[in-house]
C-alpha cells in the first residue's frame, strides 16, 4: 500500500468529516458492539484510503460507504468475532420470542438481523437496503447497479426466510 | 405528531443523504417539503444532525489519520509476517536463501574486506618495485581456495583477482591489463580517463573482483600509484608504445617496460 500523500489526506478528512458518524451508526446497528464498531470505521476509511481513486469517482458516496461498513462488519463477525455475535442473536432471538411486536416492519428488520449472515454479499446489501435504508427497488437497482430481475431474486429470497421465522414462531 | 402513512415519508437512506447535504436534487425539493410537517422525519433529522456534532467532537479526524497512517505503516511487516506465517515450505525456502546468502558473504568475504588480515600481516610490498607511501596485496581466487599471490601466477577462466591497497596517505591509483596485442582492459578508473582513481583510504578503493575470461592471452597487470595526480590514458599510452618498439618482444620479461616512478607490473598467464 502506498504513502498517503496530502490529496489523499484531504479525502479522507472530507469523507470522514461529512460521513462519518454515518459510518459508525450503521456498523453499529450491525455489530452492535460500539468498541468492534469503532474498529469497523477505521477499517471502512482505511479501504477508502487504499480506494482513494475509485471512491472521489463513486457517484453515491453514501451507498458506497454502506456496501464496504457491510462487508468489513461481516468480516469481521466471520472471523473470530463469531462467536460474540452468535450469543447476542441468541438474545435477539429470545427477545423477539418474548415480546409483542407490534411494528410489522420492525420485527421484519430485527428478524432480518439475525439472517443477514447467513446470506451471500448481494443478497445482504439488497436486504439492507430495502428494509433498513428502506429504499424501493428502482433506487437499489440504481445504487448498486443490478438488474431489476437480481434485485426481485434476491427480495424473494429474504422475504421466505423472514415469513420463515415468523410463522415458526407465531 | 406525525400521521401520514409510513409509505409517504422519504426512505432512511435519502434522509440520511438530505442530512449532509449529498441528496440527489430531484429529492431534495420533495424532503424540504415533507418535513415542514412530518415530525417524524424532523426528529430523524435532528437526531442525525446531533450524533454528527457529537461524532466530530468526540472523534476528531486528526485521531483517525494519525491512526490510518500508524496501521499503513505496519501493513508491510503485516505483509512480512503473514508471508512467513502462511506455510512451512515458505519458510524452508527463506531459510535456505538466508543460509545461501550467508554462506555466499562468507566465501567473499576476504574479497570484500581484507582490513583484518593486512593489519595481522603486516607491512610488505610486492614484486621489485617499491611505490612509496603505499602498499598493496593481491589475492587470487581459484573456485573455493582464495590465496595471496607474490609472483606471476597461472589463471583460469573464472578465477578473481583483487588488489587490496594501504595508504599512508591520499595517492592516485590506476590499474589495468595490457595484452600481447596491446589492448588494454581498465580496472581502476573503469574507463580510459585523463583523471586517476584519487584514494585518500582503504576504504575508497572500488572493491571488485576481476574475473578472468576464456582470453588465453597472457596479460600484465599494471599498477600506479603517485602521489600527485597523472594521466592514465598518458601513461598506458607510453607502456604501449614502449611495447610495441620493444627489440626483444618477450612479453613475459619486464625489459621493456619503461622505467617510471611509482609503478608495478605482473604477468599473468593464462592455463592452456
Known amino acids: ?145 443490478w438488474s431489476r430481475q437480481t434485485i426481485n431474486k434476491k427480495l424473494k429470497k429474504i422475504n421466505q426466510v423472514v415469513e420463515a421465522y415468523q410463522r415458526k414462531f407465531q | 405528531m406525525n400521521t401520514q402513512p409510513k409509505d409517504l415519508h422519504p426512505a432512511l437512506y435519502d434522509l440520511d443523504c438530505y442530512s449532509v447535504g449529498k441528496c440527489p436534487p430531484v429529492l431534495e425539493a420533495d424532503i424540504s417539503l415533507h418535513l415542514k410537517t412530518c415530525l417524524e422525519c424532523q426528529n430523524y433529522l435532528s437526531e442525525l444532525k446531533q450524533s454528527h456534532v457529537a461524532f466530530l467532537q468526540k472523534q476528531p479526524t486528526d485521531r483517525l489519520i494519525q491512526t490510518l497512517r500508524l496501521r499503513k505503516s505496519q501493513t508491510w511487516f503485516n505483509l512480512f509476517n ?20 550467508t554462506g555466499s558473504i562468507f566465501i ?9 588480515l593486512e593489519k595481522s600481516a603486516g607491512v610488505r610490498l610486492m614484486g621489485q618495485k ?15 581456495v582464495i590465496q595471496e599471490i607474490s609472483q606471476s601466477p597461472t589463471v583460469k577462466a573464472g578465477d578473481a583477482l583483487q588488489i587490496n591497497f594501504t595508504v599512508t596517505k591520499p595517492q592516485y591509483v590506476a590499474v589495468f591489463f595490457l595484452d600481447e ?5 581498465w580496472v581502476i578508473p573503469t574507463t580510459a580517463t585523463n583523471h586517476a582513481f584519487l584514494i585518500n583510504n582503504d576504504d575508497m578503493l572500488p572493491r571488485h573482483s576481476m574475473v578472468f575470461d576464456q ?10 600509484i603517485r602521489d600527485q595526480i597523472f ?14 618498439t620493444s627489440p626483444h618482444k618477450n612479453f613475459n620479461t619486464d625489459d621493456w617496460i619503461p622505467h617510471e616512478p611509482g609503478w608495478w607490473s605482473m604477468v599473468i598467464y593464462k592455463q592452456p
Open chain 2, 130 to 144: 617499491q611505490i612509496e607511501n603505499s602498499l598493496f596485496r593481491l589475492f587470487l581466487r581459484q573456485g573455493t
Open chain 1, 1 to 145: 500500500m502506498r504513502r498517503m500523500d496530502s490529496r489523499q489526506e484531504a479525502l479522507i478528512r472530507r469523507a470522514y468529516e461529512t460521513y462519518g458518524h454515518l459510518v459508525l451508526r450503521r456498523c453499529q446497528l450491525l455489530l452492535r458492539d460500539p468498541d468492534l464498531a469503532q474498529d469497523a470505521l477505521q477499517e471502512v476509511f482505511m479501504r477508502v484510503f487504499k480506494y482513494s481513486e475509485k471512491f472521489k469517482e463513486v457517484q453515491a458516496p453514501i451507498a458506497w460507504l454502506y456496501r464496504v461498513s457491510t462487508n468489513v462488519c461481516f468480516t469481521m463477525l466471520s472471523q473470530n468475532k463469531r462467536k460474540k455475535y452468535q450469543q447476542e442473536e441468541d438474545a435477539l432471538t429470545q427477545d423477539l420470542m418474548n415480546s409483542n411486536v407490534a411494528n410489522a416492519a420492525l420485527g421484519e428488520k430485527a428478524i432480518l438481523m439475525k439472517f443477514l449472515q447467513e446470506f451471500d454479499e448481494k443478497t445482504r446489501t439488497v436486504a439492507l437496503l430495502h428494509l433498513v435504508d428502506e429504499l424501493p427497488q428502482e433506487r437499489i437497482g440504481e445504487l448498486t447497479g
Open chain 2, 108 to 116: 567473499l568475504r576476504p574479497f570484500s574486506n581484507d582490513n583484518k
Open chain 2, 82 to 101: 503473514d508471508w512467513f506465517a502462511l506455510s512451512n515450505q515458505r519458510l524452508i525456502w527463506a531459510t535456505a536463501v538466508v543460509l545461501l546468502i
Open chain 2, 181 to 185: 596485442s596491446a589492448t588494454i582492459n
Open chain 2, 231 to 244: 594521466s592514465p590514458i598518458d601513461l598506458s599510452q607510453k607502456i604501449i608504445n614502449s611495447w610495441r
Open chain 2, 215 to 224: 582470453s588465453k592471452t597472457t596479460e600484465r597487470l599494471f599498477v600506479i
